[in-house]
């Protein structure tokens, strides 16, 4: 429903009009009839444009998309249509009632609309600060009334869904070399390491052959000793199982990733995790892998199988895009029961949890056996503050800052011999740093490309 507003030119003639009138009035009896009169007269004409007024927005609506899709940190344009069907010259005041999630430098704008034209367009400049799905429903339109004593102020109906997706701007700008095709040109030979494991056809025995290598049903139906042929595998599959749990709900330690508004809350490890499984799975596509995704807490959250293309791409970023910590303890046992009777053919597992509590890694390591042979898994966790060898940092200034040190050193020695315990499993285990996590985690999965220890 319209609401006027008085403006400043309704004030300044109340203040030439009525107040004049008025004095004259009380100085002057004589005069009341005529003061009365022009007080009235005004007052009327006051009424009769305010009543003008409400009509001023009539066949005024906004269009905007149903879903708008944006990248956290990065500055974008929403796409504000404006319908006059009248098709009269119209000069408006828009504000759109964003999200706190959603910034912007401009909290609202004068809009001239032209005659004889029914859409009008706007591009209103937005900053998303959180990752997440968030609703806009409504938007303040304002026009002036025919002598610009009133504003009629309107809630329109402006509905949009937005979706933040991370920021991978950055991760790509850091990695960029991975991400340029450059055909053929300039492309140089590397040693592979192996002779594959994907067979691709028999052959007469040759006098050199490994013994490993004969194919003996084949040798004993021919009467002839005859060898398997393995090829190189090109396509494998990769699966990142991302541990949304209260473990990812820790704040990260660099600065640079914290949001610019103080009420908002920190970037997570599970920001940084999303972040990072995205990226992998970028290059997993440019390397000719299938790419799929696990996320877990105490209970299985998605799960999308591996695949390849930028439909499969999307899929993956939407599930990720709204995932967000749950205070539960993570189920280790669940994700490796899940993962030994989903996954038949061996993949790359990259596991992004937390493992500096004894009792989680404990239980980690006992389920870690239904998988670690049938897949080659990977295990990675943030290094948390401070964790570090005891006399690697000389910045030692005070007595407090050398038990912090300790206590860092103490837990550092855990993990190490956490690592130990899976890498006589078969499982690497690292402490990833949050500035090169990405640069890290593509770094292994490069590393078991070159050696095909798939």
Not at 15 to 27: E, H, K, N, S, T
Not at 109 to 120: C, M
Not at 319 to 340: G, H, K, M, N, W
Not at 347 to 363: K, Q
Request: with cysteine; charged share 25%.
């Amino acid at each position: 429903m319209p609401r006027p507003v008085p403006r400043s030119r309704l004030l300044l003639w109340v203040a030439l009009v009525v107040l004049p009138f008025g004095l004259l009035a009380g100085i002057e009896p004589s005069a009341s009839f005529f003061s009365l009169l022009a007080i009235g007269l005004f007052l009327a004409v006051a009424l009769a444009d305010a009543v003008g007024a409400c009509h001023g927005l009539v066949g005024i609506t906004l269009q905007l998309p149903a879903v708008a899709r944006m990248s956290k940190d990065r500055e974008t344009k929403l796409e504000v249509r404006i319908r006059n069907e009248g098709q009269k010259p119209k000069l408006l005041r828009l504000a759109l009632a964003l999200p706190r999630q959603i910034q912007s430098r401009q909290e609202e704008t004068d809009i001239a609309l032209p005659g004889q034209t029914e859409w009008s367009r706007l591009a209103w400049p937005c900053l998303p600060v959180e990752r997440g799905n968030f609703q806009l429903e409504a938007a303040c339109v304002e026009t002036g009334s025919p002598f610009g004593f009133w504003g009629v102020r309107k809630m329109l109906a402006a509905r949009s869904e937005i979706r933040v997706y991370p920021n991978l701007f950055r991760e790509r700008r850091d990695l960029a070399a991975l991400f340029l095709h450059r055909g053929t040109i300039g492309v140089h030979t590397q040693r592979q390491v192996g002779q594959g494991r994907e067979f691709e056809k028999l052959r007469e025995y040759i006098p050199g052959d490994s013994f490993d290598e004969i194919h003996w049903k084949a040798t004993a139906k021919r009467g002839r000793p005859v060898t398997k042929v393995f090829q190189l595998e090109r396509t494998q599959e990769i699966y990142v199982v991302i541990d949304a749990s209260r473990l990812s709900a820790r704040p990260v330690e660099s600065s640079n990733l914290q949001p610019s508004t103080p009420d908002l809350q920190p970037a997570t490890t599970l920001e940084r995790f999303i972040t990072a499984a995205l990226v992998l799975g970028l290059v997993a596509e440019q390397q000719g892998d299938l790419f799929g995704l696990v996320t877990f807490t105490d209970k299985i959250e998605r799960f999308i199988r591996a695949r390849n293309g930028q439909s499969h791409f999307n899929a993956c970023r939407d599930a990720l895009y709204r995932l967000q910590p749950q205070l539960v303890t993570p189920d280790y046992s669940e994700i490796c029961s899940f993962i030994r009777l989903r996954l038949r053919r061996r993949a790359l597992l990259v596991f992004l949890t937390a493992l500096d509590d004894a009792v989680l890694a404990e239980s980690f390591v006992g389920n870690l056996d239904l998988i670690r042979r049938q897949h080659l898994v990977l295990v990675n966790m943030l290094q948390p503050p401070g964790v570090a060898p005891l006399f690697s940092d000389p910045g030692v200034g005070a007595v407090d800052d050398l038990y912090e040190r300790l206590g860092g050193h103490l837990l550092w020695r855990k993990l190490r011999e956490l690592e130990k315990v899976l890498q006589r499993r078969g499982v690497r285990f690292s402490l990833l740093r949050n500035e090169r996590l990405s640069a890290q985690l593509l770094s292994q999965y490069l590393d078991v490309k070159r050696r095909q220890a798939l």
